[in-house]
């Protein structure tokens, strides 16, 4: 077993089958959002944004030194809507020609809806905010950025997803995430057909967030 799959699995086992794990508040959100594709406003609205601060929440994005934190979850409204009229993004492969065309202009777009320009880890926020509804690009905090060899601050730029691309196309790591079987939680563990599978960038992201604990 080399690195990559160590590291996953390392991931997976730490949270294990246990729904009260931090760890599983993405497996909650990414699965409403996959699931409630068009349906995410309106009489869903609240709940939406309910689902995302919860995520967002349990990640450290609303925690003390965070603008976040001086908010209520109706921040989120914009970004819901967004959402809601973009179902589209759930179909970005990291393999396609344009992905980190694709990626740059929602994570553009989804920073101009949030509208926290004073927030200073925003490139965190907002790649928080795509992993945990379209999970097609994995998430840019400290721990992610160290093992890439990234930065958390500025903007989302061509070279970090140009280093993404770079990681899931090289043969032996693709092997190993698309051979990947593992299945998210499922909250009341009644309804296992809605629980998806971890996407290439889901598991790039435990990779790199897990990596880092080893790092010096």
């Given at each position: 077993?080399?690195?990559?799959?160590?590291?996953?699995?390392?991931?997976?086992?730490?949270r294990g089958d246990n729904i009260t794990h931090r760890y599983a508040s993405f497996d909650f959100c990414y699965n409403y959002f996959f699931n409630n594709k068009g349906k995410l406003s309106g009489d869903n609205l609240q709940i939406s944004c309910c689902q995302l601060w919860a995520y967002l929440s349990s990640w450290g994005m609303v925690a003390r030194g965070n603008v976040m934190q001086s908010k209520s979850y109706?921040?989120?409204?914009?970004?819901?809507?967004?959402?809601?009229?973009?179902?589209?993004?759930?179909?970005i492969k990291i393999t396609d020609t344009d992905y980190v065309e694709k990626v740059q202009q929602l994570y553009t777009d989804i920073d101009?809806?949030?509208?926290?320009?004073?927030?200073?880890?925003?490139?965190?926020?907002?790649?928080?905010?795509?992993?945990?509804?379209?999970?097609?690009?994995?998430?840019?905090?400290?721990?992610?950025?160290?093992?890439?060899?990234?930065?958390?601050?500025?903007?989302?730029?061509?070279?970090?997803?140009?280093?993404?691309?770079?990681?899931?196309?090289?043969?032996?790591?693709?092997?190993?995430?698309?051979?990947?079987?593992?299945?998210?939680?499922?909250?009341?563990k009644k309804t296992p057909e809605k629980c998806h599978q971890y996407t290439p960038a889901k598991i790039i992201d435990m990779y790199g967030f897990i990596h880092n604990c080893k790092l010096k």
């Open positions: 077993m080399n690195t990559l799959e160590k590291e996953i699995n390392s991931f997976i086992g730490q109706a921040i989120l409204k914009d970004v819901i809507a967004y959402i809601n009229n973009h179902p589209e993004y759930y179909n101009n809806k949030l509208n926290i320009t004073e927030q200073k880890n925003r490139k965190t926020l907002v790649t928080k905010i795509i992993l945990g509804t379209y999970a097609c690009c994995p998430a840019f905090d400290s721990r992610f950025c160290r093992t890439f060899g990234a930065s958390t601050q500025g903007k989302l730029s061509d070279r970090d997803l140009k280093k993404v691309v770079a990681f899931y196309t090289n043969e032996k790591n693709k092997k190993i995430i698309d051979n990947f079987s593992k299945r998210t939680l499922s909250f009341d």
